[in-house]
């Protein structure tokens, strides 16, 4: 058996060039090796959720935010496991009778709701692929995203927050971006799109007949993600990288069978599926889910449900913790673990819920590429340093008392020489294989090669070094050597910005760059210098591209005007001299 980590180990076999190849994005070998070393049990997404079924049919699975009438104008629903499993066929059958077959992409754009549950778990159960994409998406977005994935069905809602996106699916459909059926969750659905509630109903009363040939190397979810290219990038995951990710995520934070889980993520990427989904399957408890974030709301759902798990981002656990009044009239005795990051977490704070509450803060850094790396109690058990540091998992001669680190290889690499650092103190960037690496994008067969290096690491574009403290056992977070800005966990790239902004008649040329922000981690700021004679403000630019029809989490919030860009002697942006620009 050859080592993990030497050349084409993990490098992407499949280059996507064939319908066949998207469906399996894995290569046969790849597939045949993690099995044999149990890093991939070949087991189906819809097998783990039917033993769950089979263990607790009459316990409670899945429930709605209390605020769900609100959201979508319909009550909030509660069901138990077997409830869920009749969902699910009625969901397939649904699915079916509007064309959907095996390996078909149904793409869905829904709040926190059971329904966007529902939905992977019936996508999982009759072999189709579910493409989530976020609720910010506008036409932009959606113009970019459909025509790659082709879905034959789009599940979303009506009016929220001001979008009708059923109706905004429409008229793409009519100027023939998609030919997607539009299946609404609204109570009428629009003309030409197709009512969920009323075909639900009609579904026949019988198991959906699952493949008998479904085999776990299917894609089961294309996510999106953006990095300095302009347009997303489809991150294909079958159901053997969900599974190992959920074991994972549930041996991290030590969940337990029967365990309370709550969702404040939108379920589009690997926070929401692999951080609360899968978890939830593999512990066989409950999923609340909570949306969009609403304080009162969160601390209740913690209270009523005794939630055990939930993430919430680095500024709430510092508000939090700097407010006992609040939390003493909250009971959280059965909270053990919460999750944070995408900003750095103040060891304060993480040592503060350890010594004072008896809450394990973990840190999570993570991708939909598969990056993940989580500072647990058991690895990293000072508080401290486990806010500042993650375990190097997967280095060479390093061995963790978990499971999952062994299913995983981390290395860091010099980005301008190539050449691997294992010294403290020098920056490089991390680069990752194993078994919860994706294998390449979409239909993207260039910019598949380009992520992989020649043995086989995802390159993260990510700024690790290795730290003195710990004995070389941990890496520390440096910065990005990949142009993206992370704003509240969404991935935006300023390139594409740029060109939307410099199309504005006032301005010469313009670069985006992040300023930090304590509860988003980064916002986004415009720097732009201006034609002669013109003036701009950052209303007159939010409204030029508002008419762009882009995702709102994208708009720029701070604007400052320079008189020319920072550039090297090749003319290059230099997004670093950018951002001192923006923090100011």
């Known amino acids: 058996m050859r080592p993990l980590g030497l050349k084409r180990e993990s490098q992407p076999l499949n280059p996507y060039s064939s319908r066949e190849a998207s469906l399996r994005p894995s290569s046969p070998e790849r597939v045949a090796d993690f099995r044999s070393r149990g890093w991939w049990r070949g087991e189906t997404v819809d097998a783990l959720f039917r033993k769950a079924v089979a263990a607790r049919p009459g316990e409670e699975a899945l429930a709605d935010a209390p605020n769900r009438q609100a959201l979508a104008g319909t009550a909030p629903q509660r069901l138990t496991y077997a409830q869920v499993d009749a969902r699910v066929d009625a969901m397939a059958a649904v699915f079916a009778a509007l064309g959907v077959g095996r390996g078909d992409v149904v ?3 829904l709040p926190n709701l059971v329904e966007g549950v529902l939905a992977f778990l019936a996508c999982a159960r009759m072999g189709a692929i579910l493409s989530p994409v976020a609720m910010a998406y506008r036409g932009h977005e959606l113009r970019q995203i459909l025509p790659i994935v082709e879905p034959k069905l789009y599940l979303t809602v009506g009016d929220f927050h001001g979008c009708d996106h059923a109706a905004m699916l429409l008229e793409l459909r009519a100027e023939g971006v998609t030919d997607a059926q539009v299946l609404s969750l ?5 003309t030409g799109a197709h009512a969920l509630d009323p075909l639900m109903a009609q579904a026949p009363a019988t198991p959906y007949p699952t493949p008998a040939d479904l085999d776990a190397a299917e894609a089961l979810t294309v996510c999106w993600t953006s990095g300095t290219e302009a347009a997303p990038k489809g991150v294909p995951r079958h159901h053997d990288h969900w599974v190992v990710n959920g074991e994972a995520l549930a041996e991290a934070a030590r969940l337990r069978p029967g365990d309370t889980i709550l969702n404040p993520f939108p379920l589009i990427n690997i926070a929401a599926i692999g951080g609360m989904v899968m978890p939830w399957l593999v512990c066989q408890g409950r999923l609340i889910q909570h949306h969009p974030f609403d304080l009162p709301i969160f601390l209740s759902q913690m209270q009523d449900e005794g939630v055990a798990y939930t993430v919430a981002p680095p500024a709430i656990l510092n508000m939090l913790l700097q407010n006992e009044a609040l939390l003493s009239a909250t009971d959280l005795s059965r909270l053990r673990c919460l999750g944070s ?3 750095p977490l103040a060891p304060w704070m993480v040592k503060g819920w350890q010594d004072r509450h008896g809450v394990t803060v ?13 500072s647990t109690g058991e690895a990293i058990p000072d508080p401290e340093q486990r806010a500042r540091f993650f375990p190097r998992f997967g280095a060479k001669g390093l061995d963790w008392p978990a499971a999952f680190p062994s299913k995983i290889r981390t290395r860091l690499v010099d980005p301008e020489g190539g050449g691997e650092i294992t010294e403290p103190g020098i920056e490089g960037e991390l680069r990752i294989a194993g078994a919860m690496t994706f294998d390449g994008y979409w239909k993207a067969p260039e910019l598949s090669r380009q992520a992989f290096d020649d043995q086989g690491f995802f390159r993260t574009g990510d700024l690790f070094e290795i730290t003195p403290d710990g004995g070389g056992r941990f890496y520390r977070f440096v910065g990005r050597c990949k142009e993206i800005i992370i704003r509240g966990g969404q991935n935006i790239s300023p390139a594409e910005l740029d060109v939307m902004i410099e199309s504005h008649p006032s301005v010469r040329e313009a670069g985006c760059a992040a300023y930090p922000d304590e509860r988003l981690g980064e916002r986004v700021c415009a720097v732009v210098a201006l034609r002669p004679g013109k ?9 030029h591209l508002k008419g762009h ?9 701070k604007l400052r005007v320079v008189e020319a860009l920072p550039r090297n002697p090749l003319g290059k942006v230099l997004r670093r001299e950018l951002a001192g620009v923006a923090a100011t």
């Open 549 to 557: 029809d882009i995702a709102t989490f994208k708009l720029p919030e």
């Open 341 to 343: 990051g995408s900003a």
């Open 362 to 374: 973990m840190n999570v850094f993570g991708s939909n590429e598969g990056t993940s790396l989580f």
């Open 535 to 543: 003036a701009l403000t950052l209303e007159e630019l939010t409204a």
């Open 186 to 190: 609204a109570a009428v659905a629009p």
């Open 107 to 109: 793409a869905t754009q």
